[in-house]
């Protein structure tokens, strides 16, 4: 019994009929292994892309620092946040002696 062979569009082999899936309207014109392959560099891809995302806003939020806000920008920010009750703070003042 001879194999039906069928061409690969992706890397172009010949490839028994076995080496593709078969889809809704008949079989897919690439083969499983170029298949995989390109999953694994799409999958990659998205992770590469999800990891930028990550870094930019910790980059961003690197830029920020609670010396640039008012106290009460900050107690706002809680609120809206969902905090309730009481917010304590104190605040630490530096004077040089030697420059009186």
Same mark, same amino acid.
């Given at each position: 019994?001879?194999?039906?062979?069928?061409?690969?569009?992706?890397? +172009?082999?010949?490839?028994?009929? *076995?080496? #593709? &899936?078969?889809?809704?309207?008949?079989?897919? *014109?690439?083969?499983?292994?170029? !298949? &995989?392959?390109?999953?694994?560099?799409?999958?990659? =891809?998205?992770? !590469?892309? =999800?990891?930028?995302?990550?870094? !930019?806003? $910790?980059?961003?939020?690197?830029?920020?620092?609670?010396?640039? #806000?008012? =106290? $009460?920008?900050?107690? =706002?920010?809680?609120?809206?946040? +969902?905090?309730? +009750?009481?917010?304590?703070?104190?605040?630490?003042?530096?004077? !040089?002696? *030697?420059?009186?």
């Amino acid at each position: 019994m001879e194999q039906i062979l069928k061409k690969c569009k992706c890397c +172009g082999r010949e490839l028994p009929m *076995s080496n #593709f &899936k078969k889809g809704r309207w008949g079989y897919v *014109s690439v083969c499983m292994d170029c !298949d &995989k392959q390109h999953r694994a560099e799409n999958r990659q =891809a998205r992770i !590469d892309k =999800a990891k930028q995302k990550v870094e !930019d806003v $910790r980059a961003e939020n690197r830029q920020l620092c609670l010396n640039d #806000f008012t =106290a $009460r920008e900050l107690m =706002a920010e809680l609120k809206r946040r +969902g905090y309730e +009750g009481k917010l304590v703070y104190t605040e630490t003042h530096t004077i !040089d002696l *030697s420059t009186l």
